[in-house]
């Protein structure tokens, strides 16, 4: 890993930020269209209204020397049984910064903010393909609990989509920094 060089500050966006919140994601949709189900012509466009409601669930941006190199965004359950679970999404780092600690920093407080909302599951989706985020993810704790196939289509291509997930505590009880139970096959989902 290449240490970071600049300041790193990362923080959760908030309505004011509408124009760091476009600049990082339609960078992301443009550079990356392949990492993404949403493409740049879906966002392209939007309204600053329509650009605040995504801002309504928290995406984390993180800043180096007060530009934006990265982003995380994190959907909450809202059903009751489900509320334990959340799912990250929008997981982007400019090129030229990864390797760097960045994402990790990204994680972290994505995590952290999550565990302090009463998340104890957080869970992805990630192309099949796209092997650097699967080995990041795995790094840092999240196994492989499902595929599905065909889950990304466009671009005249197709790709499996891998379902991960990593449990930052245990259930019902006392949190002690990051926890991971094993995920266990108990008959109920295929094995990978």
């Known amino acids: 890993m290449v240490p970071i060089e600049g300041e790193l500050v990362v923080r959760r966006l908030s309505g004011k930020d509408v124009d760091v919140f ?66 990250l999404e929008g997981v982007y780092v400019r090129k030229g910064k990864r390797g760097t600690g960045i994402a990790a920093n990204l994680l972290h407080g994505v995590a952290e903010y999550a565990l302090a909302h009463g998340v104890i599951q957080l869970e992805l989706a990630v192309n099949a393909e796209n092997s650097a985020a699967i080995r990041f993810y795995e790094r840092h704790g999240f196994v492989k609990v499902g595929c599905i196939p065909d889950g990304f289509l466009g671009h005249d291509t ?9 449990r930052l505590a245990p259930p019902f009880g006392p949190r002690q920094g990051f926890y991971f139970e094993p995920y266990r096959n108990h008959g109920n989902s295929p094995s990978l």
């Open 158 to 166: 197709k790709h499996d989509e891998l379902i991960m997930v990593l």
């Open 22 to 87: 476009r600049r990082i994601r339609l960078e992301a949709l443009s550079h990356e269209p392949f990492s993404f189900a949403s493409v740049f012509g879906d966002w392209a466009h939007l309204s600053d209204r329509q650009w605040r409601q995504h801002l309504n669930q928290p995406v984390f941006v993180a800043f180096l020397d007060g530009q934006p190199v990265g982003m995380m965004g994190l959907r909450f359950e809202h059903a009751r049984k489900m509320a334990h679970r959340s799912k």
